[in-house]
């Protein structure tokens, strides 16, 4: 499935990398330890977060994820977001706490995996 | 006579907290930290509480009571939740900076049930009350807000155990944010400080610090880090760290 399906099936806002959203998300990753994702995401996750610091972008660019969510209303801060623009780093964000979107992204793949 | 120029070797341990943190025992006062720090042959404290330092000001002056040297400090949590040491000068620059995280922390309540007590004392153990807002969580100050804010008022930000997975810059942010002036990191009492290096490739360069970031009276020992200065103070902490004149801090094994 790709970013602008998971966009649309769970709501998100687009807040930067509109370009990158035909890419296809492979699997989802829920921490905000960034030294966690850092050991742990896979390239192609969608990376699930409350952490809005700048990191969170060098991390997404570091690990090759397909998208951080930043979950919870949580809205990056603006360095971050200036950052992630410029390096063409997806920032998606919803105000659904992150175990309700860990809970419907894991559903929406496994379906995704089972229409193949 | 010693010569007032003259290098000597100074035991720090820049991280303790008193009966103020909710989390340390309630034995933690002003006078017993003091009298410990003494006895463990320790030359110069800082005592940080969780974004408070209503004890600093006792602390300091007992101090001078003991013979000890105490710089005023804070243990600040970010709103990332990465816990920072905040040192200062003075104990009027620790009051402005005091102002600022006032401002913001939540508006909660410590549960003293759940989180312990928070206990003021003056510099002879009296009781002086409680503090009743909720000290162990995060301010809204980020990082960067932080390191600012400190370097404002002429203090030190130094990020504490950042080899622990949590509560720390590199397990919190995964790396050092870059444009972050760090002018030393606190490593965990017993860390080895060359496998800390080997492990986070990002600290080269920067001066390493080990405290006992003791919450309880028998936490504070013998410390391992040792400030190669012409005295303990402040302004030849600030001088070590940056390597002038020869000055250093060193750890032990």
């Known amino acids: 499935m790709n970013l602008r399906d998971v966009v649309a099936e769970?709501?998100?806002?687009?807040?930067?990398?509109?370009?990158?959203?035909?890419?296809e998300a492979t699997g989802g990753y829920c921490s905000d330890l960034l030294s966690d994702?850092?050991?742990?995401?896979?390239?192609?996750?969608?990376?699930?977060?409350?952490?809005t610091h700048p990191n969170v972008v060098a991390v997404a660019s570091l690990t090759n994820v397909a998208a951080?969510?930043?979950?919870?209303?949580?809205?990056?801060?603006?360095?971050?977001l200036a950052r992630a623009a410029n390096?063409?780093?997806?920032?998606?964000?919803?105000?659904?706490?992150?175990?309700?979107?860990?809970g419907r992204l894991?559903?929406?793949?496994?379906?995704?995996q089972q229409a193949r | 006579m010693v010569m007032a120029t003259e290098l000597v070797s100074l035991t720090v341990d820049l991280h303790i907290h008193s009966a103020l943190s909710p989390c340390a025992d309630n034995e933690m006062t002003p006078r017993a930290i003091a009298a410990r720090a003494r006895q463990m042959g320790t030359d110069m404290i800082a005592v940080c509480d969780h974004n408070a330092s209503g004890n600093a000001a006792a602390c300091h002056a007992a101090g001078q009571a003991?013979?000890?040297?105490v710089i005023p400090g804070m243990e600040v949590q970010t709103r990332e939740e990465v816990h920072l040491l905040c040192l200062f000068p003075s104990l009027a620059a620790l009051a402005a900076w005091q102002a600022v995280v006032d401002r913001a922390l939540p508006p909660l309540d410590n549960q003293p049930q759940h989180f312990g007590r928070q206990l003021l004392f003056d510099d002879h153990d009296r009781p002086l009350g409680e503090e009743r807002r909720l000290?162990?969580?995060?301010?809204?100050?980020?990082?960067?807000?932080?390191?600012?804010?400190?370097?404002r008022l002429a203090g030190l930000c130094v990020p504490a155990h950042i080899d622990r997975p949590s509560y720390s810059l590199l397990g919190t942010l995964g790396l050092i944010p870059p444009g972050l002036a760090v002018p030393a990191v606190e490593i965990s009492r017993r860390a080895d400080p060359a496998a800390v290096r080997e492990r986070f490739p990002d600290t080269r360069g920067l001066p390493f610090l080990t405290a006992s970031d003791a919450h309880w009276l028998s936490q504070i020992a013998p410390a391992r880090t040792r400030l190669v200065a012409r005295a303990p103070t402040f302004d030849e902490l600030r001088q070590a760290l940056a390597g002038a004149d020869n000055r250093r801090v060193v750890i032990d094994d």
Not at chain 1, 10 to 23: F, N, P, S, Y
């Open chain 1, 106 to 112: 894991h559903a929406l793949l496994a379906a995704g």
């Open chain 1, 68 to 80: 951080v969510v930043a979950s919870g209303g949580q809205r990056p801060e603006a360095a971050s």
């Open chain 1, 37 to 51: 994702v850092m050991a742990h995401a896979r390239p192609g996750d969608v990376w699930i977060t409350l952490q």
């Open chain 2, 66 to 69: 003991t013979g000890l040297a």
């Open chain 2, 135 to 151: 000290l162990l969580t995060s301010t809204a100050l980020t990082v960067e807000d932080v390191f600012a804010g400190v370097t």
């Open chain 1, 87 to 102: 390096e063409g780093v997806v920032i998606l964000a919803s105000d659904q706490p992150s175990f309700e979107l860990a």
């Open chain 1, 10 to 23: 769970l709501g998100l806002a687009v807040l930067t990398g509109e370009a990158g959203l035909d890419r």
